[in-house]
């Protein structure tokens, strides 16, 4: 079993008097990682999934509430955004047993932020967790092997079912997508015109590394720009996507509301694309790799809890930096490459006109940006 990073912070906060709330995409270990950190532990265990649960938690009042922990001290309940009023039912177990270790788990942003965040506004510590990390990829099988996986982890992703089922990569991915995006997705959000948030997935899947233009796919899928705004919204909600924002001082020449769009886990990216082309024969190899390394670096700076900001850089005049760090007012460029030989001409304004530093990223040295 891979070693999570977040298992040791969160077991430092467990007799905390807080909740404890971990968010981020299925399948990505969550339920596994805190029946690990509960391990022999009596511990009463509620599912989302489960009209047993639904039955039991929604619309509770404060006496019937102690029938049903009993004596339990841990509560974990499991994808608490389905359960009906789940938000106020924990308000409750927090403010009235403090005694009470209380353990949430949950798949969507949205419905965590209007169903949990908010009535657990300052009783809770929140974590994300992704897809596995180089970080605890190289920590539990080794630099070497690691190394030896990085071609598979480009194409393939990092998905813990898919990282332990080795030559059924493709066959996972499948179901993946069908049962995340095209079931909580589509469904949970009540898509209303399913058959352009497919095709819109499909463009941004072909588009990473490039500047995205709403208006151009407005234009390219025959809908109205809003509706595009929205679905790239709720995608990036259901942790599927992410963005990056220009960087911009408000210099008139720099681009300063363009925006990147990437994918969490780069074999969800392959797999709606149907492209598993070994790397040799690829035609979109950099922003593969540029893609790869900006979600592991996102991962690292969120399981530091690092206050860093993320953008890329672009002048009118063509001029970029791949991805740009601004930290307590520091700003770092990164241009990455896949080969270490490759000419790379650093623009002269950026360094300049930012104080900054910029550092070429590419196969040979990527792990002291991702370590």
């Not at 809908?223 to 990056?244: A, Q, V, W």
């Amino acid at each position: 079993m891979i070693e999570r990073i977040l298992q040791k912070d969160i077991n430092q906060r467990l007799k905390s008097g807080k909740a404890i709330v971990v968010i981020g995409p299925r399948q990505v270990g969550k339920t596994t990682l805190i029946k690990k950190i509960l391990d022999k532990k009596d511990y009463l265990f509620f599912s989302g999934d489960e009209l047993e649960s639904h039955a039991k938690l929604s619309n509770l009042s404060i006496e019937k509430l102690k029938y049903v922990i009993g004596n339990y001290k841990i509560i974990f309940v499991d994808e608490a955004q389905r359960i009906k009023n789940i938000g106020l039912t924990l308000k409750m177990v927090t403010d009235h047993y403090k005694e009470v270790m209380l353990i949430v788990g949950g798949s969507s942003a949205f419905e965590i932020k209007d169903s949990i965040n908010e009535p657990l506004t300052g009783r809770k510590w929140e974590y994300e967790l992704f897809p596995i990390s180089w970080f605890e990829l190289e920590k539990t099988y080794g630099f070497i092997k690691s190394e030896q996986q990085l071609e598979y982890r480009l194409l393939y992703g990092n998905y813990p079912e898919v990282i332990n089922n080795p030559g059924d990569e493709k066959r996972v991915l499948q179901m993946l997508i069908n049962s995340y995006l095209f079931k909580d997705v589509l469904s949970l959000y009540g898509i209303r015109k399913p058959d352009v948030m497919i095709h819109l997935v499909r463009a941004l899947a072909l588009q990473i590394g490039s500047e995205v233009s709403f208006n151009e796919l407005s234009q390219i899928l025959e809908t109205d720009k809003k509706t595009i705004s929205n679905y790239i919204h709720i995608l990036e909600k259901g942790y599927i996507i992410f963005r990056l924002s220009s960087f911009s001082r408000n210099i008139r020449n720099e681009i300063k509301f363009n925006q990147k769009v990437y994918f969490y886990d780069t074999g969800i990216r392959n797999a709606i694309l149907g492209n598993f082309t070994f790397l040799n024969s690829r035609n979109d190899l950099g922003e593969l790799w540029e893609n790869f390394l900006i979600s592991e670096r996102l991962k690292k700076n969120k399981y530091e809890f690092s206050f860093a900001n993320s953008y890329f850089w672009r002048n009118v005049s063509k001029q970029e930096i791949h991805y740009v760090e601004e930290v307590d007012g520091k700003i770092t460029g990164y241009e990455i490459k896949w080969r270490p030989n490759s000419k790379t001409r650093i623009p002269k304004i950026f360094k300049e006109r930012y104080d900054a530093e910029v550092e070429i990223i590419h196969r040979e040295n990527f792990r002291d940006f991702l370590m």
